[in-house]
């Protein structure tokens, strides 16, 4: 099991931004999935974009594209989301989720093994 601390999570106005981070406390691969997932209270947990972090290819729900970017860090194992325009409907629980040695791209959380706590993200109108 791979720790995983996320940070970066916070209150903003509609149209503001926030940037989240993820890095996982141990890897011995070059190239690790890595994802963002988020869930609202009463809703399923939805995928929001994924990247591996040592090839290409990337992910974003279609409810993000344009105002969303994920973004591999200088190591293997961390992660940005950078998200703006966020609006009322961005607010959730965020979580991080990680497999190591993947590389291809997958919003499903099955091909995850490691998840983060949580970080939460409130968006007010």
């Known amino acids: 099991q791979v720790q995983l601390v996320e940070s970066g999570g916070g209150s903003v106005q509609a149209g503001g931004s926030l940037r989240l981070s993820c890095v996982a406390a141990?890897?011995?691969?070059?190239?690790?999935?890595m994802g963002w997932f988020r869930q609202a209270p009463g809703k399923e947990r939805e995928g929001v974009a994924a990247?591996?972090?040592?090839?290409?290819?990337?992910y974003y729900a279609d409810s993000v594209k344009g105002r969303f970017t994920i973004s591999r860090g200088n190591a293997p194992n961390r992660v940005y989301l950078q998200m703006n325009s966020l609006s009322p409907e961005d607010t959730a629980m965020y979580y991080c989720?990680?497999?190591?040695?993947?590389?291809?791209?997958?919003?499903?959380?099955?091909?995850?093994?490691?998840w983060g706590q949580g970080t939460q993200v409130t968006v007010s109108s």
């Open positions: 990247i591996v972090t040592g090839g290409v290819g990337t």
């Open positions: 989720a990680f497999s190591a040695g993947r590389t291809v791209v997958s919003a499903n959380p099955r091909d995850y093994n490691n």
């Open positions: 141990a890897y011995t691969y070059s190239s690790n999935l």
